[in-house]
C-alpha cells in the first residue's frame, strides 16, 4: 500500500485557513481540518458552518475533537468529507455515533489519544475504516510525539493487520520512517509544515523519508 503524507489545519481564524490552504495546494490532494469544540479539548477552532464557500482539496478528512461528534455530521456532509474521525474518548456510546454515521457517504474513522488502550476500540472495529493514533495530545499543535505510541501501533497492526492505520500530531523529518515502519498506512503532518520556510521542500523531503521504506 502505497504511503500518504496528510497536512493538517488546526486554526480559529477564517483568514489564516484560507492563508493555509494556499500554501499546501501543490502538496497533496488530502487535508486534515482539525475541529475543535473548547469543551473536550481546551481550544476552539474555525467552525463547520462558517465553511461552506471555503474550497478544499479534492479528499477533505474531518478530524472532530469534539463532545457529541453526532452533531457534526451532517455540516461535514455538506463539505462534501470524504472521511470523519470522532474521538472514542468523546462519547459515552461510541455504538450511538456510529449508527448515526451510517447515514452518511463519508469514511468512518475513531481516533485514540496517546493513553488510550487499544482494546478499548476491539468491539467497534467491523464498523470502522480506519483507527487514527494521537501522538500528542490532542488540542495544540507543535508538541512532542509520544513514544508510547509507537508500540501501540505495532501491536495494533500485528493484531489486526488489514484495518488502516492514520497517525496525527508531532510527526518531523526525524521521526517520520519509524511511525511508519511501525505500521502507518498515512501520516497526517501540521506544525511541521507551517513552522516551514519552504513548505513544498518539507513536504518532499518528509516524502522521500517514507517512500525510500
Known sequence: ??????????????????????????????????????????????NLADLKKIKFPKNLEIHLMV???EKYFQDCQRLKAKRVIFHIEATKNPLKVLKEMKRYQFERGMA?????????????????????????????????????????????????????IGVDGGINLENIKKISQAGADYLVVGSYLFQSKNIKKAYQLLKLEITTL
Open 67 to 69: 463532545e457529541n461528534p
Open 1 to 46: 500500500m502505497k504511503k500518504e503524507i496528510m497536512p493538517a489545519i488546526l486554526t480559529n481564524s477564517l483568514p489564516d485557513l484560507k492563508k493555509k490552504l494556499k500554501r499546501i495546494r501543490d502538496l497533496s490532494d488530502w487535508l486534515q481540518l482539525d475541529i475543535m469544540d473548547g469543551r473536550f479539548v481546551k481550544n476552539i477552532s474555525v
Open 112 to 164: 485514540l489519544n496517546p493513553e488510550t488502550k487499544i482494546e478499548k476500540i476491539k468491539p467497534y472495529l467491523n464498523q470502522l475504516d480506519l483507527v487514527l493514533f494521537l501522538g500528542v495530545t490532542p488540542g495544540f499543535q507543535g508538541q512532542k510525539f509520544n513514544p508510547i505510541v509507537l508500540g501501540k501501533i505495532k501491536n495494533f497492526r500485528k493484531i489486526f493487520p488489514k484495518i488502516k
